[in-house]
């Protein structure tokens, strides 16, 4: 579904067209996994850790809250990092909510002709730590500040031709164990001209 540019160039234009979106969009990710509820709200309240989601029977008065909101900004940027908080922050589904989440937020990218955002396993950490210092501590800087990274990381690497993108990618660390980087001091990096020279 996400090189699909039709299906990725979609965007809700009202709250039912966003329910529409995110449970097909849904059913079509978790579509393997019958036992999930593919293309379903959740139905039992869900949590990661210590973090309690959105209860079940709030979920779809969330969204068309967060919706309103969603509506009410104009930068390609801004819309696609606040429909990715909104779903992540509400997880409406039993599981595949980070993907719908990711998958979400490419749209609105694809759609105004910007660049993905692909999060590449060295960066999961720091993801996922600047999308908690926003949920449990409301610091918007750092989601900002990551995903800003991670788009420009992505537009650098050109995904045309795969061996030399996955040469790039392993040249900047992508494909590092965030635990075991993070532990040897690797950190994903920008591709330079050096770099991609020798691509």
Same mark, same amino acid.
């Given at each position: 579904? /996400?090189s ?5 160039? +979609?965007?809700?234009? $009202?709250? #039912?067209e966003?329910v !529409?979106?995110?449970?097909n ?16 709200f959740?139905?039992e ?13 709030l979920?779809r008065?969330t969204?068309?809250?967060g919706?309103e ?6 930068a ?13 922050e509400?997880?409406?589904f /039993? ?6 989440? +990711?998958?979400m937020? $490419?749209? #609105?990218?694809v759609? !105004?002709?910007?660049s993905r955002?692909i ?15 926003l ?6 800087g ?6 800003d ?14 061996d030399?993108a996955?040469l ?6 992508a ?5 075991e ?13 050096e770099?991609?020279?020798g691509a």
């Open positions: 579904m /996400a699909d540019k039709r299906e990725m160039s +979609r965007r809700p234009q $009202n709250f #039912e966003l !529409s979106l995110l449970v969009r849904h059913a079509q990710v978790i579509q393997g996994r019958p036992d999930r509820g593919p293309g379903r959740k139905t309240a869900n949590r990661a850790g210590a973090t309690f989601f959105v209860a079940p029977e979920v008065g969204l068309s809250q919706f909101i969603y509506r009410s900004l104009t390609p940027l801004d819309r696609a990092i606040f429909m990715m908080f909104l779903i992540s509400v997880h409406p /039993a599981d595949g909510n980070g993907r719908i989440a +990711r998958l937020m $490419n749209a #609105e990218l759609a !105004s002709g910007e955002i999060v590449p396993t060295v960066y999961r950490n720091n993801y996922l730590m600047a999308l908690k210092a949920s449990q501590n409301g610091i918007t750092a989601l900002v500040r990551a995903l990274f991670a788009q420009r990381y992505t537009a650098a690497v050109d995904f045309a031709d795969l030399r996955r790039i990618l392993d040249r900047t660390h494909f590092a164990d965030p635990n980087a993070e532990a040897a001091g690797v950190r994903l990096v920008l591709p330079t001209p770099i991609l020279a």
